[in-house]
């Protein structure tokens, strides 16, 4: 896709649908976008050693992405645009509650198809 890059789609995308989730918003308003950009902006490498790398280690998405998520929940409910009661300062605590983490298991191959 013309114009977007890859970091749009693992450090900006996730975080913002995840906000969307905390705050049950049934629109994404423009300063909700803003705030988790914000939020992603904060946590740029460089800004701690001009010789570090401009955005986040993809390694570091899962990070990011709650932090973008929060972000956005908590601009959510500044505007009034949340679908759930609480407030700004409840965000982080409801939202480790509902961060996924990914377990895979462990298979062995098996040539004669039995287990």
């Known amino acids: 896709m013309q114009g977007s890059s890859i970091a749009e789609y693992a450090l900006i995308y996730p975080g913002l649908g995840f906000g969307a989730m905390l705050s049950k918003s049934r629109h994404m308003t423009d300063s909700m976008i803003i705030a988790g950009a914000l939020r992603l902006a904060s ?27 929060v972000a956005v929940a908590e601009q959510a409910i500044l505007e009034g645009s949340a679908g759930v009661e609480g407030s700004k300062d409840q965000v ?19 040539k004669q198809g039995e287990m």
């Open 43 to 69: 946590l740029l490498p460089a800004l701690s050693d001009p010789d570090d790398a401009l955005l986040p280690d993809f390694a570091d998405a899962p990070k990011v992405n709650f932090e973008v998520g």
């Open 92 to 110: 982080r605590e409801d939202a480790s509650k509902k961060v996924w983490l990914p377990v895979y298991g462990e298979f062995t191959y098996d």
